[in-house]
């Protein structure tokens, strides 16, 4: 198993940028893939973004392109995700998660672990 804690959520206007972090614990982090999800209030979670095992492949849901970064080190067991140009509507918790699978992680049900999530809020 493994154990996630994220944080670096905060109160940001709008054009602003913020760095979440996500620390692992227990079994070896890169032996997962990982994957950021966010879920506003009354929505469902959403796919942001995903990194492969080594850091080798990334994938972006459309809201996010060019604007988040997701990037992993696996020698300190954390995977962050950059948020630049940040809008009102990137208002959400943001989750952490980890998967052994190796394909679909656009999707929250291949995800066996979860962190608590951490909130981001952007004003206009």
């Known amino acids: 198993q493994v154990q996630l804690v994220e944080s670096g959520g905060g109160l940001m206007q709008a054009g602003g940028s913020l760095r979440l972090s996500c620390a692992a614990s227990?079994?070896?982090?890169?032996?997962?893939?990982m994957g950021w999800f966010r879920q506003a209030p009354g929505k469902e979670r959403e796919f942001v973004a995903a990194?492969?095992?080594?850091?080798?492949?990334?994938y972006y849901a459309d809201s996010g392109k060019g604007r988040f970064t997701i990037s992993r080190d696996n020698a300190k067991n954390t995977v962050y995700l950059q948020l630049n140009s940040l809008k009102p509507d990137d208002t959400a918790v943001y989750y952490c998660a980890a998967t052994e699978y190796g394909s679909n992680w656009n999707s929250a049900t291949q995800f066996d672990y979860w962190g608590q999530g951490t909130q981001v809020t952007v004003s206009s």
């Open positions: 227990g079994r070896t982090f890169s032996s997962y893939a």
């Open positions: 990194i492969s095992w080594s850091g080798s492949r990334t």
